[in-house]
């Protein structure tokens, strides 16, 4: 897997997010990192991705970004019962 920097200027963190405008509805959506670079979409670091906010008249959906989203956050017990997004990673 490539580096993918930041997109802002100035900024060298790998990204960890990616911002995506869809201009049809005046929506920005910030979620997890694009496996492709499409027109319209900014990889964001951590960071950037947090201090992201919509421009003027934009609404920002914010997709949940934070952690790792395979592996449970507090070690076995905390896993979740089935859910939408337990099992569906690989459905396509
Ligand atoms: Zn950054």
New binding site residues.
Partial sequence: MSFRP?S?VA?S?ESAATLTFDYADAMAVLGPLAVQREPHTFD??A??ARLTAAPQGWQLVRLRTDGPATEPADGPDAQPAAGPDAESGSAE
């Fill in positions: 930041c802002r900024c963190e964001l670091c960071r950037h």
